[in-house]
């Protein structure tokens, strides 16, 4: 009586996670063993860092938005109190834009809000 040798599911479920991990060195790429912990652990990572990026962002946003209200003579905290007290309804990400590409833009948004330099 042949061998079980478990038949093409299980070929199926080693060659996805070795075709995840090509381009990984050595046994990492090859060994099925070795390429499941770190294919494991580089999902794990990508989850996390999906989440973190978007703080990173955010952070991003905020210093460059806070660096263009100190240049107008105001600081970020009084310039976001001063857009949602006159209901302006932009975000972090738009107010970022505009600072960096057009600061006399950004500069009418401060004196439409009350906050002139």
Do not use: C
Not at 38 to 45: C, D, E, F, H
Not at 103 to 110: E, P, V
Request: charged share 25%; aromatic share 10%; net charge positive.
């Amino acid at each position: 009586m042949p061998r079980a040798k478990r038949g093409f599911k299980a070929r199926r479920r080693r060659n996805r996670i070795l075709k995840h991990a090509s381009g990984y060195h050595s046994a990492r790429s090859r060994l099925f063993g070795y390429a499941k912990e770190v294919v494991m652990k580089a999902w794990v990572y990508a989850y996390a860092h999906r989440k973190l990026r978007k703080r990173d962002f955010r952070r991003l946003w905020i210093a460059r938005i806070n660096a263009a209200a100190r240049l107008n003579g105001t600081t970020y905290s009084r310039l976001m109190h001063a857009l949602k007290n006159a209901n302006v309804a932009l975000d972090r990400k738009i107010l970022s834009d505009i600072a960096i590409a057009d600061s006399a833009t950004f500069t009418q948004i401060l004196q439409s809000v009350g906050i002139a330099a």
